[in-house]
């Protein structure tokens, strides 16, 4: 069974910076990508940033491209979020996700097998 932990998250007034990490953990699975995606309350789950696993090609929502930055540790099977200059907009629990298969569009929930359980993040104003 694959399990993807959130951890990092947390209360941070606006204009501060916080680091959300994604552990990978039981049994390995072949991935071709993780993402981050975030939901906020009354709102749909949205894509924020992913990255391919071998090459580590990135990809950012529009609206958090230039303070975001997705990163990854093949060695840990850990990736990362690093999350600066934020808004209260963009509090939200912020969910993890894994994707073995290359077909799909690596915006959509849809091409992610792999959910962690979230982590909230809350940007005071």
């Known amino acids: 069974q694959v399990q993807l932990v959130e951890s990092g998250g947390g209360w941070v007034q606006a204009g501060g910076s916080l680091r959300v990490s994604c552990a990978a953990s039981?049994?390995?699975?072949?991935?071709?990508?993780m993402g981050w995606f975030r939901q906020a309350p009354e709102k749909e789950r949205e894509f924020v940033a992913a990255i391919t696993w071998s090459f580590g090609a990135t990809v950012y929502a529009d609206s958090v491209k230039g303070r975001f930055t997705i990163s990854r540790d093949s060695a840990k099977n850990t990736m990362y979020l690093q999350m600066n200059s934020l808004k209260p907009e963009d509090t939200a629990v912020y969910y993890c996700?894994?994707?073995?298969?290359?077909?799909?569009?690596?915006?959509?929930?849809?091409?992610?097998?792999?959910w962690g359980q979230g982590t909230q993040v809350t940007v005071s104003s």
């Open positions: 996700a894994g994707a073995t298969r290359v077909s799909g569009s690596i915006y959509s929930l849809a091409k992610y097998d792999y």
């Open positions: 039981g049994r390995t699975f072949s991935k071709y990508a």
